[in-house]
């Protein structure tokens, strides 16, 4: 107890990350997050359950860490990861690992012109 675990080494995401699941995964973030100093890299090439309450907990994380002046990588994000993201509004940029990107606010949205 009390020892911080290399930050060099990715915490693997398990593959299911939906609402039945999220406290385990929240667990796991959490404990990486405060367990290591500096960059987190949170890998998630194995998720293949996602639903909106994975796409809360990574959003929310990335703030946090901000906030905290820290930063998380989500690295290798599964297709199905990628496609819970794509449905909230929540897409992956290669210089911010979650922005939300809305239509409205990029002027895509006709209604709003």
Do not use: N
């Amino acid at each position: 107890m009390g020892q911080t675990e290399p930050s060099d080494r990715p915490v693997l995401l398990p593959a299911d990350c939906t609402i039945g699941a999220i406290r385990q995964v929240y667990e796991l973030v959490r404990d990486a997050f405060f367990g290591r100093q500096g960059k987190l890299e949170i890998d998630c090439s194995s998720v293949d359950r996602a639903d909106l309450t994975s796409v809360q907990l990574l959003v929310s994380a990335s703030k946090t860490a901000s906030q905290a002046g820290r930063s998380i990588v989500w690295s290798d994000p599964s297709q199905v990861l990628q496609r819970a993201l794509e449905r909230s509004g929540v897409s992956r940029d290669t210089t911010d690992p979650l922005t939300h990107q809305s239509k409205a606010t990029h002027g895509d949205d006709p209604d709003r012109r």
